[in-house]
Nanobody
Framework: QVQLQESGPGLLKPSQTLSLTCTVSGDSITARFYYWSWIRQPPGKGLEWLGAIANSGTYYSPSQESRTSISRDTSKNQFTLQVSSITAEDTAVYYC?????????????WGQGTQVTVSS
């Protein structure tokens, strides 16, 4: 059974770069047909898909593309999210997730989520 686990700093200052890692066990992040996504949920708001990585390439939400980068390390079976020039509006619970095929809303497997707070 695939498991995903987010890790990274929980408290950051404005203008810094947020960097989170998702460590995957139970399946390879190079497995065919699977997409590996980052999603966040700001306090009091709904889920927001940020982007995904797959064997076919990397995909971003148009609203976040200018500040977001997703990469992967196949030797460690991890994929990473970076968001630059962060502000308080980037405060959220961040999740990594897996979908069979392309999706921005339907995910079969989720990490438990990690809280990121942006505050001076």
């Amino acid at each position: 059974q695939v498991q995903l686990q987010e890790s990274g700093p929980g408290l950051l200052k404005p203008s810094q770069t947020l960097s989170l890692t998702c460590t995957v066990s139970g399946d390879s992040i190079t497995a065919r047909f699977y997409y590996w996504s980052w999603i966040r949920q700001p306090p009091g708001k709904g889920l927001e898909w940020l982007g995904a990585i797959a064997n076919s390439g990397t995909y971003y939400s148009p609203s976040q593309e200018s500040r977001t980068s997703i990469s992967r390390d196949t030797s460690k079976n991890q994929f990473t999210l970076q968001v630059s020039s962060i502000t308080a509006e980037d405060t959220a619970v961040y999740y990594c997730a897996r979908s069979m095929g392309w999706s921005t809303t339907g995910f079969g497997n989720w990490g438990q989520g990690t809280q990121v707070t942006v505050s001076s």
